[in-house]
C-alpha cells in the first residue's frame, strides 16, 4: 500500500510531461496552459483568485499573465468592487488556442486510458474522489484540533 501514493504521482506527472510535449508544439508552456485553462472554465476570476487555484505565487501568477496579455490572450479588466484588483479574461484571439489545447487533452486521454473500460474509467474515478475527499476531511480535522 505504501508504493500506492507514489504511483499516483509518477502517473500525474506522466500525463503532464506528456501534455507538456504535445502543447510545446503550439508555442504553450505548462504555467500558460493551466491559467488558459482555469480562465476558459471561470472566466473573470480575480489574479489573487486564480494564483490561490493554481497554487502559485500572486507575483509569479503577475509575471505570466503579462506574458499571455502581450500575446493577446488575456486581458485585465479593473474589478468594479476593488480599484486596486484585476479581473482575467480571455480574449477572442485566445479561443482557436484553447480548442487546439482541448484537442490535444483529448488525445493524452485517449491515449492514456487505451483499454480501460467505461466501468473501469468510472470505479477509478469514484475511487479518486473518496481519496481526496478523506484527505479534506483529514485537513479538517487538523484545522479544528488546531485553533
Known amino acids: 500500500m505504501e ?30 496552459w493551466k491559467v488558459l485553462f482555469r480562465l476558459s472554465r471561470q472566466p473573470g476570476l480575480r489574479q489573487v483568485e486564480l494564483a490561490d487555484k493554481l497554487d ?7 509575471r505570466i499573465i503579462d506574458r499571455l496579455a502581450e500575446a493577446g490572450l488575456v486581458e485585465r479588466t479593473p474589478d468594479p468592487a476593488d480599484r486596486r484588483a484585476w479581473r482575467l479574461q480571455l480574449t477572442d484571439t485566445a479561443q482557436p488556442l484553447i480548442a487546439k489545447l482541448r484537442k490535444l487533452a ?3 486521454v485517449d491515449d492514456a486510458f487505451k483499454g480501460l473500460s467505461d466501468q473501469e474509467l468510472e470505479t477509478m474515478r469514484d475511487n479518486l474522489m473518496r481519496i481526496r475527499d478523506n484527505l479534506a476531511a483529514a485537513e479538517g480535522c487538523r484545522k479544528a484540533a488546531n485553533q
Open 56 to 62: 502559485v505565487e500572486p507575483i509569479t501568477l503577475s
Open 106 to 108: 483529448e488525445g493524452l
Open 3 to 32: 508504493i500506492l501514493p507514489f504511483e499516483i504521482a509518477e502517473t500525474a506527472h506522466a500525463m503532464r510531461r506528456s501534455f507538456d510535449r504535445r502543447a510545446a508544439s503550439l508555442g504553450v508552456t505548462r504555467a500558460q
